[in-house]
């Protein structure tokens, strides 16, 4: 008994498919490489075999900005990636041109800074000194809001380069002591990754310094250009608030955020001015977050009337109003490609904006509760940053929607295009049936009119002899030979023919019968155009559209 097998039985052999038993028959071998994890890719080439993932150069100077105060293994790799950028000349300009806001508890004032301006503003902010400093309410008493334009540039990191020269650019970081991995931002780089912060803290777990900075997506899927980045940063013992805002020149956020602050300095008390533009050190990436939103709505709007162009453009084709051109509906395809690719573009910004904002609120969040600051303070940014994240989050259901009208769109416009070449066919085979008639309107002719040439021919032949005083046909010896041959050799190429057409009548399909073709009533002739679509409105397609 121990030596007895299970054993499949024909029953269980079955239940398996051809395919199914062909696959339990085929030995699979092991890739060589998924063993030896030594054999390269067959399609590679010998350039990506020495790819530079981490390209970066670890021999730095210790004893200057960021690695002379080094606090944490964490800086270790910012310090690296600044020292990179840094050293690129080209991304610096020979002279410093940038925008400065310097508002305090008494004065508010624009300055535009060359080299040496920049250098003395950067030397009169005091050092803070984090010893015995009262942290809990601590209130800011200046801003401090660089703009930085983005110009242009071959060669560079980022195909832009800052209006800041090298040893600008150096001090700026050093006397800010601004995060160095902001400096890739800071320089143009494309990357919307999530945003971010860094807290400073003492012993004691209180706040010292709190760091954030993100980037803003870029709207307007037409134009490309440099994005917008910003960067906060507050210092709990200097109570100062700086932002560096790195864009492109002529940036439609800048100018209204620009044109926001002239118009509250010109508006507010002088009593209240200061405690309205320093009180919440957020305000201004909230504003600018707000002002992001805000672009977004013309450019959604935008796509939003191309895309409902390109689907009334199919309702016209559905309600006759259009000819059911091929190349047309060809062109509608096209269209709509290009509105799927552009709603996964502004998709993916919808996504960007949610991530920036809530970084937003959640920072905001947690550095007014470290300050114990009033609610006063904080809820009207607190407030407007969440309407931003809400209404993103409701504009990127409506994105989804419309790819979801573009894709029954897409499915719309290819049944348009395969009932065209149906009817096409249609017509093709009613004129190849036309010319099968014709065919056999000629064979019947030819019948008609053979016998009749076949005799003529005979007579003329001289087979039958006739003189003028005889009253009857003598056939001679050749006729005798012609009817011997003729007669068989068309008896079998009949024959022949009868057998062919046999054969080939029993590899076509079986006629529907009689009974059953008596039951389907003949359908109703109708254009192609009005085909299906007679029921059809335009009132209600278009009633759903937003």
């Known amino acids: 008994m121990g030596d007895n097998q299970p054993m499949s039985t024909d029953h269980e052999d079955a239940n398996f498919s051809r ?62 990636q600044h020292d990179t950028h840094l050293k690129n000349p080209r991304n610096f300009s020979d002279e410093t041109d940038i925008m400065c806001l310097d508002v305090n508890e008494k004065t508010s004032s624009w300055h535009t800074l060359d080299s040496r301006g920049l250098t003395q503003l950067l030397r009169s902010i005091p050092k803070p000194s984090h010893t015995n400093v009262p ?53 143009g780089r494309p990357d919307y ?39 906060m940063r507050y210092d709990a013992a200097s109570h100062l608030t700086t932002y560096i805002v790195s864009h492109k020149e002529g940036d439609s956020s800048i100018q209204a955020l620009q044109d926001i602050f002239n118009l509250t300095i010109e508006t507010a008390p002088a009593e209240q001015r200061a405690r309205i533009l320093l009180d919440d050190p957020f305000d201004l990436a909230v504003i600018l977050s707000t002002l992001s939103f805000e672009a977004s709505k013309y450019h959604a709007q935008r796509f939003r009337r191309y895309m409902w162009t390109q689907i009334n453009k199919v309702d016209d084709h559905l309600a006759g109003l259009e000819t059911n051109d091929r190349r047309k509906l060809g062109e509608l395809t096209k269209e709509l490609q290009i509105i799927s690719q552009n709603a996964d573009s502004h998709l993916g910004n919808a996504d960007v904006a949610i991530i920036t904002a809530t970084g937003i609120r959640t920072a905001h969040a947690r550095l007014h509760e470290a300050m114990g600051s009033p609610a006063r303070v904080f809820e009207r940014a607190s407030d407007s940053i969440t309407y931003v994240i809400e209404s993103v989050q409701k504009q990127k259901i409506w994105f989804l929607n419309y790819k979801n009208r573009k894709d029954s ?15 096409s066919n249609i017509q093709l085979a009613v004129s190849m049936k036309r010319d099968s008639t014709s065919m056999n309107a000629i064979a019947a002719l030819t019948m008609v009119f053979l ?96």
């Not at 020495?50 to 293994?73: H, V």
């Not at 309410?137 to 930085?148: C, D, E, I």
């Not at 719309?412 to 295009?417: A, E, I, K, Q």
């Not at 029993?506 to 009974?515: G, W």
């Open 193 to 231: 990754w999530a945003p971010q912060t860094r807290w400073t803290s003492d012993s004691n777990s209180n706040i010292l310094a709190c760091d954030f900075y993100c980037q803003h997506p870029r709207w307007n899927l037409h134009f490309q250009g440099a994005p917008l980045s910003v960067y």
């Open 409 to 423: 769109t897409m499915a719309l416009v290819y049944n348009l295009v395969t009932q065209q070449d149906a009817a």
């Open 19 to 80: 395919l199914e038993a062909s696959f339990s028959q085929t030995k699979v071998l092991p890739r060589k490489n998924s063993i030896e994890m030594k054999d390269i890719f067959r399609h590679a080439q010998a350039s990506d075999l020495e790819a530079k993932d981490l390209d970066f150069n670890f021999s730095l100077d210790r004893s200057n900005y960021p690695l002379g105060n080094l606090q944490s293994l964490q800086d270790v790799f910012p310090a690296v």
């Open 451 to 546: 016998p009749g040439t076949f005799i003529a021919t005979i007579l003329s032949a001289g087979s039958f002899n006739g003189d003028g005083g005889k009253t009857a046909f003598e056939s001679t010896s050749v006729w005798w030979l012609w009817a011997a041959i003729t007669v068989p050799l068309t008896l079998v190429v009949m024959s022949s023919w009868w057998l062919y057409k046999k054969r080939n009548d029993k590899v076509r399909p079986a006629p529907m019968a009689k009974e059953e073709e008596d039951r389907i009533p003949p359908p109703k002739r109708r254009t192609f155009r009005s085909m299906s679509f007679s029921s059809w409105s335009r009132r209600d397609s278009a009633s759903g559209k937003v």
């Open 135 to 187: 942290f809990g309410h601590s209130k800011p008493s200046r801003l401090l809001a660089f703009f930085v334009p983005l110009i242009p540039e071959k060669h560079t990191s980022f195909a832009s380069r800052i209006s800041l020269t090298q040893d600008n650019t150096m001090d700026l970081f050093k006397y800010l002591n601004a995060d160095p991995t902001f400096i890739m931002n800071l320089l």
